[in-house]
């Protein structure tokens, strides 16, 4: 199995960013496709973005498209979620996500029952 650990949370003013990253250990990274989830206080979790096991296939929630990009570097078993123009709406606890059984180049699952590991998360709060 692997274990994630989540940095890189924080407070930031309406419009800055924040590089969330994810270190993972155990068991050969790249036979993940990984994914960033986020959950506001009294919502659902909900998907933020996700890689494939290779890196070459990433999606990104609507909500965020065109402000946050996710990455992975498999050689240091790290995932990162770069976000910017963070917006209040933004604030929320974020955790990176782990799942096996998926081919290299395979579209990386958008649903929380997909993922079979999961971090501690990290707190990112935006203020107006």
């Known amino acids: 199995q692997v274990q994630l650990v989540e940095s890189g949370g924080g407070l930031v003013r309406a419009g800055g960013s924040l590089r969330l990253s994810c270190a993972a250990s155990g068991r050969t990274f790249s036979i993940y496709a990984m994914g960033w989830f986020r959950q506001a206080r009294g919502k659902e979790r909900e998907f933020v973005g996700g890689i494939s096991r290779s890196g070459d296939r990433t999606s990104l929630a609507g909500s965020v498209k065109g402000r946050f990009t996710i990455s992975r570097d498999n050689a240091k078993n790290a995932l990162y979620l770069q976000m910017n123009s963070l917006t209040p709406e933004d604030t929320a606890f974020y955790s990176c996500?782990?799942?096996?059984?998926?081919?290299?180049?395979?579209?990386?699952?958008?649903?929380?029952?997909?993922?079979?590991?999961w971090g501690q998360g990290t707190q990112v709060a935006v203020a107006s």
């Open positions: 996500a782990a799942t096996s059984g998926i081919s290299r180049s395979e579209w990386p699952p958008p649903t929380v029952p997909s993922y079979n590991y």
